[in-house]
């Protein structure tokens, strides 16, 4: 978790530094150490919500920097994106997850009314792709089968895509196969320049 409310504030971790969830209202401490990023950790017993479920990597801190500070962990509701921007929402997933975590997570912000944006951390799942070529990846991962697979055809607003096939590049998932996926190579630089545009736009909107 990158930022916490200290003293009515919304702070990053700082040494020594105490704070309350933005989503949970629980207590935060500062982790602030040598070896992982600074981050809030939820004191030991004080349960845990969404923002303490995974910890975040130094990639899924650095993809998220690419938007501006606002849009970074925004709460809405019971929810928490990890950058949402107008009526978009995108999250960033390293670890494994679940189909009915991640199914519930993008029908509950499809009906909040945001597009659901997965970007699929391809370093996490080298091993169990194949490119076979320009547009089409095999995989063989019963992860892809049972939870990416499921959600995507569940006919819901929302678009996965992976990335670190190609430097620079995301790649849009188009369509399922029995054990292959097919889609489309796009620039990364793009696809956040396009999001940050409608922040901008709506933050203009919104102060006009």
Not at 91 to 103: A, C, G, R, T
Not at 133 to 161: A, D, G, H, M
């Amino acid at each position: 978790m990158q930022y916490a409310n200290v003293n009515g504030e919304r702070r990053e971790a700082s040494p020594n530094a105490k704070g309350e969830c933005p989503l949970c209202g629980s207590e935060v401490i500062s982790k602030c150490g040598n070896i992982k990023i600074h981050h809030w950790a939820h004191v030991s017993g004080s349960g845990e919500c969404e923002s303490g479920k995974e910890p975040e990597s130094k990639e899924h801190r650095v993809f998220k920097e690419q938007f501006p500070e606002w849009c970074r962990e925004v709460v809405h509701g019971s929810r928490r994106a990890d950058v949402l921007v107008g009526r978009f929402v995108v999250e960033y997933q390293k670890s494994n997850i679940s189909f009915e975590d991640m199914l519930e997570r993008t029908e509950d912000w499809n009906t909040l009314g945001y597009k659901v944006f997965w970007i699929l951390d391809y370093e996490k799942i080298a091993s169990n792709f194949e490119r076979k070529n320009f547009k089409t990846v095999s995989y063989r991962w019963k992860w892809w089968r049972k939870t990416i697979k499921k959600v995507f055809n569940e006919n819901l607003n929302v678009s996965f895509y992976i990335k670190g096939l190609e430097d620079g590049k995301l790649f849009k998932i188009e369509k399922f196969y029995r054990k292959s996926l097919s889609g489309k190579l796009i620039n990364e630089k793009s696809f956040v320049k396009a999001l940050k545009e409608k922040a901008l736009n709506g933050l203009q909107k919104h102060t006009a």
